[in-house]
């Protein structure tokens, strides 16, 4: 019988550099032997892109904008996710549900009672088994997201937010990862790139033992 395999996500405020590890910390994973399903939310199936280019663009109430995220969760799950763990494969994703308890509950006000709900129903109990948070104060996102806007890219309807928005989804990504001990390991990603880096390949060691 094939052994499940490891659900890991990266999370973040925007500006904190994960989605610049996810590929790196993918193949480190392959080089070790490990056969790796990169992916991301919101996104991840066809339905679940048609649905992130609504959440990142389109204006809607933060209750719409909540259930449109576990619906493309729900398609996710069942098309990419459950299948690859089954296979016995390592999941790397960006982003998964304790982005929207940092986003929707911290920056927006929706219920936790409400997020919480739809969690039970849509995961099943399904929550991943390393979360790594990529760390770094609301000066640095807001600096890194104006160099990214300034180079030409148009930024998002959640990048574009105001900085009172960020330090809440910070604090509500740091109450999680202290909620949650045993699955977080936040990373300082202020650090030059070899050190954050240093510490990734510390944590495939024990991804890998």
Known sequence: MTARGRFVTLEGID?????????????????????????????????????RELLLHEPMTHETE????????????????????????????DRFTDATYAYQAGGHGVPLSAIAALETFV????????????????????ERL?????????????EAEHGAFFARVRDAYRVRAAAHPL?????DSTQPLPAVRAVLTRIVDEIVR
């Open 15 to 51: 500006g904190a550099g994960k989605s610049t590890h996810a590929g790196w910390l993918a193949d480190e994973l392959t080089r070790r032997g490990r056969r790796v399903v990169v992916t991301r939310e919101p996104g991840g199936t066809p339905l679940g892109e048609k649905l």
């Open 123 to 142: 995961l099943h109990g399904l929550e991943p088994d390393l979360t790594l948070l990529f760390d770094v104060p609301l000066a640095v996102s807001r």
């Open 66 to 93: 909540t259930l449109l995220l576990f619906a493309a969760r729900r398609e996710h799950v069942e098309q990419v996710i459950a299948p690859a763990l089954a296979r016995g494969d390592t999941v790397v994703c």
């Open 183 to 187: 699955r977080f390991r936040v990373i």
């Open 146 to 158: 104006e160099r990214a806007a300034a180079a030409g890219r148009t930024l998002d309807k959640f």
